[in-house]
């Protein structure tokens, strides 16, 4: 698979959504999967390409991974006008 548009892409933005609308929340692919609705071995390649991206934080733990919305003044503000657009 190549690069992906993470803005077109509608896995990821359903991801950035509900990290955008939920900033504290700290989930594991399992839990995100089940928020939004998507297969989780679809979502956890989703979270890896958003945390390349900087709009996720990674929690690694040997027993599972857990992820957090930045908290990046600028990324977060850039994110809240591209999900105004959608």
Not at 8 to 16: A, D, G, Q, T
Not at 58 to 82: F, P
Request: hydrophobic share 40%; net charge positive.
């Amino acid at each position: 698979m190549g690069k992906v548009d993470i803005f077109e892409s509608p896995i990821h933005l359903k991801i950035i959504r509900f990290f955008h609308e939920n900033q504290a929340s700290i989930d594991t692919p399992r839990g995100v999967a089940t928020w939004i609705g998507e297969e989780r071995a679809k979502v956890s390649a989703c979270l890896e390409d958003l945390v390349k991206a900087k709009i996720l934080v990674a929690h690694r733990a040997t027993s599972t991974n857990g992820y957090s919305y930045t908290q990046n003044e600028k990324i977060i503000s850039r994110i809240d006008k591209l999900l105004n657009q959608k």
